[in-house]
């Protein structure tokens, strides 16, 4: 059975960074695809980030330039610079692979001004 745990995360002032990951298990699961999603309150859920198995990666067009996703193996990590405090969110891993899909219960990042 596929799982995944994510980390990171917190409270930091607007211009700081923070780094989530995600850590899927087994380590030798097959992924397709992962992303990183968040959802503001009152706002829907919006993709924020995706690396493909080839490694090519997509950016919502707000976070380009600050955001990074980057995969080792089955630990896959969205390095986020320059926060804004729009950028204050839950964010969730999403894990896509031939097996199906699974979501992360979410992790919250606040960015205060």
């Known amino acids: 059975q596929v799982q995944l745990v994510e980390s990171g995360g917190g409270l930091v002032q607007a211009g700081g960074s923070l780094k989530l990951s995600c850590a899927a298990s087994?380590?030798?699961?097959?992924?397709?695809?992962v992303g990183w999603y968040r959802q503001a309150p009152g706002k829907q859920r919006e993709r924020v980030a995706l690396?493909?198995?080839?490694?090519n990666t997509v950016y919502a067009d707000s976070v380009k330039g600050r955001f990074t996703i980057s995969r080792d193996n089955a630990k896959t990590d969205l390095q986020m610079n320059s926060l804004k405090p729009e950028d204050t969110a839950d964010y969730y891993c999403?894990?896509?692979?031939?097996?199906?899909?699974?979501w992360g219960q979410g992790i919250q990042v606040t960015v205060s001004s």
């Open positions: 999403n894990l896509k692979g031939d097996w199906g899909t699974l």
């Open positions: 087994p380590s030798s699961v097959s992924l397709n695809a």
């Open positions: 690396i493909s198995s080839g490694g």
